[in-house]
């Protein structure tokens, strides 16, 4: 097992003493901590990426609080970039403090992580993110589970944590890395998977053993994954080594700080996730003084009261009960997750798993967002966010929160614009949201916050534009108003007005004019006015000049007026149902410029489109569905009156007219709204009639669509129109009698006054509703 100069694993000589963990695990911390205090070593060597050897002292920094994470990525490339995630139960960590604090050396021993960065993905020299699930390391297969099954037990978690996890350190430290070790390399010598990367990864992990024996150090701890103990015990020659490291390509020029880190990002298992399923629940194993069960129960009591739950300290005293004899039943030597899960589902929340899920997110999971010092490298464009975040009151946390800002100040307004800036960078720090207070106005703003532990990629990312979080935005706007199509643009320009970007707004509206006087697709033009016109909106709160705007978006209309009518004919489906789409919106933007006679010069195009049937067979004119949606808007707008509206609809229904695109008419005039059903009782007879009146062909062939229609009309309307077509006859010809009969006067007089009071007005009540007088 041993040669000269090296350890059994496990075990101590004057040289090495081979610590074997699981990453993120709070017995192997634990472990770690009472080996490292019997060894009293004299250096440190922990699995991780040499590149960090010079910022490792910063972790004795009070202002360091994990969980935090190395971050590393090229310097040409900062997309390229790699995690090593740690929490305060990870073994790692344990040691690097263990070091630090007294001031021994520390050393990374891994491959570095240039290597990876300059390696094609799944080769031998790629970094190691993070450790999976089930595993003591990233390895093709899973020792723990082999482990388990060698052991009689199916569940490799449930089974790791009894053996290693829920145990406290004996009189012997050493003595778990011993056992570890051995079942180890066991594992190892009837052919556990060794991949090409985990062979080179080793070697290089001998060459900083070697090296560290080199400088002198005779007690030299080293903690790293328990798969590659066995290969770390037995060292082979220097050649050997040196050919497996031989075939490494050549290094970019790498970066390395460290970021905050968080335990939601901790659970995940893909991406630069950990894949730690229950990080709350091993940071309180760690950090737990005494029996850990009591105290996880009151805090999850103490967390369903804060919610709402009606949960006591009776409740409390049962669960720790029941999670006991659990644990008992199924031989346990102490009430794991499982059995405190199960103990708070049928005590505290009464068999409910809604209530149980808020305790696993918020407790078995959490939100705890670590912290690190201003000491720290960092980008110059991370060091302006992180002033202007102080500046602002702007605390990055992983916990999600709504942020509400009233633009008529100026810190909300600095706010906001920090916000879209850092937006448009690709860091969605805050990302628009539907506020909880209505308002009509436009000087309130609301954003949904959630700092992510990957912003620190985008920020390195984000750097090669400018030192500044301003500074940047500027240059990435200037960048991308070359590439933008003309939709992009205009939603460019409102960004630019939004963030405050008054340096790169003109020469975006300088592309923007020339991009939309070569663009004739009437599509194009009616998806890039709206963003135009709700930039105007907002440039009034702001403060913004947006005399260039105007004229911007008043062109941008005339030419869809005009180009509106022919650009109609002729379309499938699919683009019939695009467009549609875009006549609302554009609508409701024409609606909100000022500009001189544009209302009537929209109408008129409405109303081109509106009598452009097809006469000569569906190529030859507009859809049903965007006839029947300019009909609509122009009754809403008062340019159509009720009995134009059904003769329209009359005349659509009739024989002539081919049921599909009588269906999409329909579908059309009634799209965000069916109340009118209600209000004008002819057009719903109307549309009885025609349903009624189409055989049983077409009627099968149309009615996918109406079904369509009617499932997007509010949910009273649906049930009142149903209940007038159940209740018999609709007469489709107007009868200057009221819906239902004739009016009860005596009844509707007596609302009055209540109807007085809402309105605030004095009531007048004829004098014959009284009855005195007939």
Same mark, same amino acid.
């Given at each position: ?5 090296? #350890? ?53 920094? =009070? ?19 790699? *995690? ?17 604090? +007294?001031?021994?050396?520390? +050393? ?188 996880? %129960? ?41 059995? #405190? ?16 899920? %808020? ?43 709504? /942020?509400?800002?009233?633009?008529? =100040?100026? #810190?909300?307004?600095?706010?906001? +614009? ?24 436009? *000087?309130?703003?609301?954003?949904? /916050?959630? &700092?992510?532990?990957? *912003? ?19 240059? =990435? ?8 199509? /003309? ?44 963003? /135009? ?93 965007? +006839? ?36 999409? &008419? ?32 077409? *009627? ?19 049930? #009142? ?54």
């Amino acid at each position: 097992m041993t040669s000269p100069g090296t #350890t059994a694993p496990g075990t101590t000589t004057p040289d090495v003493t081979l610590l074997g963990v699981r990453h993120h695990g709070p017995g192997s911390a634990r472990a770690v901590g009472a080996a490292l205090a019997q060894l009293a070593p004299d250096a440190v060597l922990v699995e991780g990426p040499p590149e960090a050897d010079g910022i490792v002292g910063l972790a004795a920094e =009070k202002d360091m609080v994990p969980p935090v994470a190395l971050l590393a990525h090229a310097v040409d490339d900062p997309a390229r970039a790699a *995690f090593w995630p740690y929490a305060e139960f990870s073994p790692e960590w344990v040691a690097i403090r263990y070091a630090v604090e +007294r001031e021994l050396p520390v +050393r990374f021993i891994d491959l570095p992580a240039a290597y990876g960065f300059a390696a094609e993905p799944g080769t031998a020299a790629g970094p190691e993110p993070a450790a999976g699930p089930g595993t003591a390391d990233d390895t093709s297969a899973d020792p723990i589970a082999l482990l388990a099954e060698a052991a009689g037990h199916d569940d490799p978690e449930r089974w790791w944590e009894d053996v290693v996890e829920h145990r406290t350190p004996g009189a012997d430290a050493l003595a778990p890395f011993a056992a570890v070790a051995e079942a180890m390399a066991a594992l190892r010598a009837e052919g556990l998977a060794e991949s090409r990367r985990d062979l080179v990864r080793e070697a290089y992990m001998r060459q900083r053993i070697r090296a560290a024996r080199r400088a002198g150090h005779r007690r030299i701890a080293v903690v790293c994954g328990a798969f590659h103990v066995p290969a770390l015990a037995q060292l082979p020659t220097v050649a050997h080594d040196r050919a497996l490291l031989a075939e490494l390509p050549k290094k970019p020029r790498t970066d390395i700080t460290w970021v905050p880190w968080t335990h939601r990002r901790l659970a995940q298992s893909t991406g630069y996730g950990a894949g730690i399923e229950s990080p709350g629940w091993y940071h309180h194993l760690y950090a737990a003084a005494g029996d850990p069960v009591p105290q996880w %129960l009151a805090r999850a009591a103490e967390l369903l009261r804060a919610e709402d739950h009606p949960v006591s300290s009776a409740h409390v005293i049962e669960a720790v009960r029941l999670a006991e004899t659990l644990a008992a039943l199924r031989g346990r030597p102490l009430a794991g997750l499982t059995e #405190t899960l199960d103990a708070i589902r049928a005590v505290m929340c009464d068999g409910s798993d809604v209530a149980l899920e %808020l305790v696993r997110d918020r407790l078995v999971i959490g939100d705890a967002l670590g912290e690190v010092p201003e000491a720290a490298p960092a980008v110059p464009l991370q060091r302006d966010l992180a002033r202007l975040q102080r500046t602002l009151r702007l605390k990055p946390a992983a916990a999600p929160r709504d /942020l509400d800002l009233d633009l008529r =100040k100026d #810190t909300d307004v600095a706010r906001s +614009r920090l916000l879209h800036r850092l937006r448009l960078l690709g860091i969605e720090w805050g990302v628009p949201a539907r506020s909880a207070v209505t308002s009509t106005g436009t *000087f309130r703003e609301s954003w949904r /916050l959630c &700092w992510q532990p990957e *912003f620190a990629v985008r920020i390195a990312e984000a750097a090669q534009w400018g030192t500044t979080v301003e500074d940047a935005a500027t240059a =990435k706007a200037a960048a991308a108003r070359a590439a933008a199509e /003309l939709a992009e643009l205009t939603g460019l320009v409102e960004t630019c007005l939004l963030a405050g970007l008054a340096t790169a707004l003109p020469a975006v509206m300088r592309v923007l004019a020339d991009r939309a006087a070569l663009d004739t697709d009437v599509a194009h033009l009616a998806a890039a006015l709206p963003a /135009l016109v709700r930039a105007l909106r907002y440039g009034d709160v702001r403060g913004t000049d947006h005399g260039a705007l105007g004229e911007a978006a008043t062109g941008l209309a005339d030419r869809i007026c005009v180009g509106l009518p022919p650009a109609c004919v002729g379309l499938d489906a699919a683009s019939a149902a695009d467009l549609r789409a875009r006549l609302d919106e554009v609508h409701g933007a024409i609606g909100l410029l000022a500009a001189d006679g544009l209302a009537d010069r929209w109408a008129a195009a409405l109303h081109a489109v509106a009598r452009h049937e097809p006469a000569g067979g569906p190529a030859t004119g507009a859809p049903g569905l965007l +006839r029947g949606r300019a009909v609509r808007l122009l009754l809403d707008d008062g340019r159509l009156d009720s009995d134009e509206a059904g003769r329209r609809l009359r005349l659509v229904l009739s024989a002539a007219s081919a049921p599909a695109d009588a269906a999409g &008419w329909i579908e059309g005039f009634l799209a965000g709204g069916g109340a009118l059903l209600l209000h004008d009782p002819r057009l719903l007879a109307l549309l009885d009639e025609w349903l009624t009146g189409v055989s049983d062909a077409t *009627f099968t062939d149309v009615l996918p669509l109406l079904r369509r229609t009617f499932s997007g009309l509010e949910a009273g309307v649906r049930s #009142t129109v149903g209940a007038r077509v159940a209740a018999g006859p609709l007469d489709a010809e107007p009868s200057g009698e009221p819906v239902g009969g004739e009016l009860d006067r005596a009844r509707a007089d007596a609302a009055v006054p209540v109807v007085a009071l809402l309105l605030g007005v004095r009531p007048s009540i004829p004098r014959q509703a009284s009855g005195r007088n007939t």
